[in-house]
């Protein structure tokens, strides 16, 4: 409900209106992201990155109207690809993966350098939650964070893929077809990575995940991808700036009782809803969010 019919509709007829200025952003390795930058008629000097979900983008419904939300109370918004979202798998050669985050503070810092900000704040929403948090945690400081929100993140990535494993099909469906096209897009522009047998054997995410990981990421065993990227225990321990997790108890793919094993930290507010799904948090027959509320007032606090 979170992408799909009237939300879709919705982010299509606002995305008409708005008026972003596509930009490419540099990390320091050579790596460029590519982001849709819009500036609020309000501005109030606060600028809010938003990151999105695994084999999401820039246009994602969710972004999109997210986005809007925030326009319409004074903050300027970049809505940031990862490498490989967002059909830009031509601008970079090495394939995404979830480890990815300095290039993505990297791209973000140069950002900022470029438009300075007395207020910055970044959201995530899915795996752009746990890039959020992961951010926040290793250069929070240096990036001069004012507060980070995370909706939805994976907690620990193993349960997470046990979780969309066990889950109703549609889900399991929707992650295949997506990363599949998404890895048989990349191999249109980098044929030198060979795997096209590989990816037409493949007829589930276990089959592209044992294929892909050992091949393209420095982990040998999905297990060891996965808890790379884990934010359980100790990850976010040296947090410096206030930040906000918020999940649902009936989130089909994300486990909740993960939240658990994170550490006490005093900048971490976590926030567990009854309702919500993945990302959802629906709250009228119009399909409107307050996640988008919410995010306002979560920044509002800060500013």
């Not at 998404?182 to 054997?201: A, I, R, V």
Request: proline share 5%; charged share 20%.
């Amino acid at each position: 409900m979170n992408s799909l019919g009237p939300r879709k509709v919705k982010a299509q007829l606002l995305i008409k209106r708005f008026r972003s200025k596509t930009i490419v952003l540099r990390a320091t390795d050579g790596t460029c992201l590519l982001g849709e930058f819009d500036k609020s008629k309000c501005s109030q000097n606060a600028i809010v990155v938003l990151l999105h979900g695994w084999e999401g983008s820039s246009k994602s419904s969710y972004l999109v109207t997210t986005a809007n939300t925030l326009l319409n109370h004074g903050f300027d918004v970049l809505r940031l690809n990862f490498r490989d979202h967002g059909n830009t798998h031509h601008m970079n050669r090495g394939i995404f993966n979830s480890t990815m985050t300095d290039e993505v503070s990297d791209v973000i810092k140069q950002f900022l350098q470029k438009f300075e900000y007395k207020k910055r704040f970044i959201a995530g929403f899915s795996l752009g939650g746990n890039f959020a948090l992961r951010i926040a945690t290793d250069r929070g400081n240096e990036l001069k964070l004012n507060a980070v929100a995370a909706i939805s993140p994976p907690v620990d990535p193993i349960n997470a893929m046990i979780a969309i494993r066990l889950a109703p099909s549609i889900y399991r469906n929707y992650f295949f077809r997506k990363w599949s096209a998404s890895l048989k897009t990349k191999l249109m522009f980098f044929p030198e990575y060979n795997y096209g047998k590989e990816l037409k054997k493949a007829k589930s995410l276990d089959d592209l995940n044992a294929v892909f990981i050992p091949r393209f990421t420095p982990y040998p065993t999905p297990n060891e991808y996965f808890s790379s990227y884990s934010i359980v225990e100790d990850r976010l321990s040296g947090l410096p700036v206030p930040s906000y997790l918020i999940a649902a108890t009936d989130d089909p793919v994300i486990p909740t009782d993960d939240v658990t094993k994170i550490n006490k930290t005093n900048f971490l507010n976590i926030d567990i809803q009854k309702f919500g799904g993945h990302c959802g948090f629906i709250e009228s027959l119009n399909a409107d969010s307050w996640i988008e509320s919410y995010l306002v007032d979560i920044f509002k606090s800060s500013v």
